[in-house]
């Protein structure tokens, strides 16, 4: 939504103890992004646009994925815990800068979208001094109640305090709310604590709204849309939903998904033209696949890129920093990391290749390995373009094949192999007439003796 500015206050201070986990609650992670970073890449974003996160005591990591996600975001320390309006207030020198528009959202709701937040914002627009976002529960049992009359909300009512007609309602409080942000400073400053907690609860902003005036509204959602994440059961389900919700993405997007509901994806993945995912494939952070490549049953792949036509699997892994040029083939238990693998680069089966740079058009054999680490340091292998190299070689690094090299199969190559050179390391072969059968018969008669 474009026009006028707005500040976006995200509360992310919960410790989450009933996420059972030593991790605060909202660098948890669904679909390989932390809760709070889907909070933060759906927020109101660019010119005019400010945000600001509240996070509790020592929470150094919590503001350091803030600002990985969001470089310009603001944090406040709520250093005491009395409520929602008072984890707002923690963030008062921001509000207090003045914005036409104020969102108050909370870090652990992965599946907010920003149009959701654009709505929030129409509402303002069109007259509303306060904007609440509300679904319908399917058990609203727990729920606050949003109270509506003649398309006004005059309440948020908690079920303690609700009566039997109101706790029939189903039109329940999912916590996320705009201001007017002219007004919002104000209005929850007013905000009391003459409560059995003596907490400061963001949602008796609607009764100051009515009883100064103004007009409070509900903007509705789906009730999966602002699950809230407090279990890992709760983290479950969330990641259920996201799953689908890419899922329907990517095919929606032309993505040929033989069995969607086997394929896990990434927020951030991306895909070009006619690309094929199988069976039982993940897909991890930092991916990118480009037009018609293929990848096979049971891959796994993070942080890598497929260049166009590439062929990945089955049984294959992709670790970071794995990027594979067009046509490029990966097959089945071939691991890579840290490879720059160029067009045409054939790794068919059974081999591990890190931390190397692959010309195009090599072939690797089978159980091929660039040992890459001695133990203290990494280091690089290269292979030039239209190499090959033959099954079962290791080849230590660090170490250059030339172009268009041979390596003989079986080889440990040491040292550099110059372009056009074949390399071959083994030792003779001995073959021993009878050995064999000898080898039998000293084996049965040591075996009977027993």
Known sequence: MSG??????VLAAGEGIRMRSSLPKVLHPVANQSLLAHVLMASPK??????????GPDHRAV???????????????????????????????????????????????????????DRLRSALKQGASLAVL????????GYGRLLVENGRLIAIREQADASAAER????????????????????????????????????????????????AVVIKTSEDEVRGINTKAQLAEA???????????????????????????????????????????????????????VVHSFSHIVQASIGKNASIGPYARLRPGTSLGEGAKIGNF????????????????????????????????????????????????????GAFVGTNSSLVAPVKIGKGAYIGSGSVITRD??????????????????????????????KTQK
């Open 4 to 9: 006028g500015t707005s500040l976006t206050i």
């Open 46 to 55: 660019g010119e005019g646009a400010s945000l600001a996160v509240v996070v």
């Open 63 to 117: 503001i350091e994925e803030a600002r990985r996600y969001r470089p310009d975001v603001e944090t406040f320390v709520q250093h005491d815990r009395k409520g929602t309006a008072h984890a707002v207030l923690a963030a008062r020198e921001a509000m207090a800068r003045g914005a036409d528009d104020l969102i108050i959202a909370f870090g652990d709701t992965p599946l907010i979208s920003s149009a959701t937040f």
């Open 134 to 141: 509300g679904f319908e529960a399917a058990d609203p049992t």
């Open 168 to 215: 029939a309602v189903t039109l329940c409080n999912a916590g996320i709310m705009a201001f007017d942000g002219r007004k919002a400073l104000s209005i929850i400053e007013k905000i009391g604590n003459a409560n059995s907690k003596g907490e400061y609860y963001l949602t008796d902003a609607v009764t100051i709204v009515r009883d100064l005036g103004l007009e």
């Open 239 to 293: 990641e259920q939903v996201m799953q689908a919700k890419l899922r329907k993405a990517a095919l929606d997007a032309g993505v040929t998904l033989i069995a969607p509901e086997t394929v896990y994806l990434a927020a951030d993945t991306t895909f070009g033209n006619d690309v094929t995912i199988e069976p039982f494939v993940v897909i991890g952070p930092g991916v990118s696949i480009a037009d018609g490549a």
């Open 334 to 385: 071939v691991e890579t990391k840290a490879a720059t693998l160029e067009a045409g680069v054939k790794i068919n089966h059974l081999s591990y290749v890190g931390d190397a740079h692959v010309g195009a058009n090599a072939n690797i054999g089978a159980g091929t390995i660039t040992c890459n680490y001695d133990g203290f340091s990494k280091h690089k292998t290269e292979i030039g373009s």
């Open 417 to 446: 192999v110059p372009d056009d050179a074949m390399a071959v390391e083994r030792n003779q072969q001995t073959n021993r007439e009878g050995g064999a059968k000898r080898y039998r018969e000293i084996k049965t008669r040591a």
